[in-house]
């Protein structure tokens, strides 16, 4: 799926050069396997929510689930 241009320049300003990781959903306990954007962008959305930072949160969401729509169903939905 296309994203829009801020959420790719959202994705642009993102360090998305990490090693993958495993992430666990803190609530179902359930797991997946996100690459180096997939953890970056997962982070941000932790951290925009911990700031009530609400449209960043959103948008950050947004391309997480057009990116990883299986995993956003584990860890986000």
């Given at each position: 799926m296309k994203l829009t241009k801020k959420e790719q320049e959202l994705l642009n300003d993102l360090d998305t050069t990490g090693p993958s990781e495993v992430i666990?959903?803190?609530?179902s306990g359930r797991?997946?396997?996100l690459d180096?954007?997939?953890v970056a962008l997962?982070?941000?959305i932790k951290a925009a929510g911990a700031f009530g930072l609400?449209?960043?949160t959103i948008l950050a969401k947004t391309a997480f689930?057009?990116?990883y729509p299986?995993?956003?169903m584990?860890?986000?939905d």
């Open positions: 666990q959903n803190p609530y797991s997946v396997e180096g954007t997939g997962y982070d941000f609400h449209n960043d689930a057009k990116l299986n995993e956003y584990i860890l986000i």
